[in-house]
């Protein structure tokens, strides 16, 4: 099925650790977003990009990089886990119509 | 700073009962306002969506309203059933100023349980 594929789903880390979160799309999307959920708060948008190559800056993007090489690739990095960064995190995919966004299962990340 | 604002956090409804959800938004620049349901272990899935030209859209037992000059908006899921029990989310979008992408905007959540 197309879609919006995270990977891990799971992990756990301990503080001053490093990972990358991997969001890949197969609709040839444009546009794709990295948010995370923390309970009571909603979705927040972390970083996005409007096509390959392309980064930016969402509501809370500290602690957090991105990286767009491949257009079908959407990667999250975190340099320095810290306690804080312990939520689920979404990636998001559209083809820039309104309302047209994908959202994939999640990955769900415990800082410890 | 919270954007959307969403109430009530939890409710309960009987099974055909009618469930009501609450948003309320700050910024004029949103121009599109979609629900989003979800359910637990899965991410969210656009449920029904409305621009603030329209007052009211309907979609099966979905229906959203639209108050642009009280910059409020609500979901009703009329006649709502076990299987409806999920959190929903209201959402407002608006152009981000690169290119031709779009920012959603969450509200905090409401998660809905229905009572068979």
């Known amino acids: 099925n197309a879609g919006v594929t995270q990977t891990p789903k799971f992990r756990v880390l301990k503080t001053g650790q490093s990972m990358t979160l991997l969001c890949a799309q197969d609709?040839?999307?444009?546009?794709m977003y990295w948010y995370r959920q923390d309970p009571g708060m909603g979705l927040r948008l972390i970083h996005y990009?409007?096509?390959?190559?392309?980064?930016a800056k969402g509501e809370v993007p500290d602690g957090y990089n991105v990286s767009r090489l491949k257009k079908q690739n959407f990667l999250l990095g975190l340099e320095s886990a810290a306690p804080s960064q312990t939520s689920v995190y979404f990636c998001?995919?559209?083809?820039?119509?309104?309302?047209?966004?994908?959202f994939g299962s999640g990955t769900r990340l415990t800082v410890v | 700073q919270q954007q959307v604002k969403q109430s009530p956090q939890s409710l309960i409804v009987q099974k055909g009962g009618i469930s009501i959800i609450n948003c309320a938004y700050e910024?004029?620049?949103?121009?599109?306002f979609p629900w989003y349901q979800q359910f637990p272990g899965k991410g969210p899935a656009l449920l029904i969506a409305?621009?603030?030209?329209?007052s009211e859209k309907k979609e099966g037992r979905f229906t959203i309203s639209f108050n642009k000059s009280a910059k409020q908006f609500s979901l009703h899921i009329m006649d709502s059933q076990p299987g409806d029990s999920a959190t929903y989310f209201c959402?407002?979008?608006?152009?981000?100023?690169?290119?031709?992408?779009?920012?959603?905007?969450f509200g905090s959540g409401t998660q809905l349980t229905v009572l068979p």
């Open positions: 998001a995919s559209t083809n820039g119509r309104v309302g047209g966004y994908t």
């Open positions: 959402a407002a979008s608006r152009l981000i100023s690169s290119g031709s992408a779009r920012q959603l905007t």
């Open positions: 409305i621009r603030p030209d329209v």
């Open positions: 609709m040839n999307h444009e546009y």
């Open positions: 990009s409007v096509g390959e190559g392309t980064t």
């Open positions: 910024n004029t620049a949103f121009d599109y």
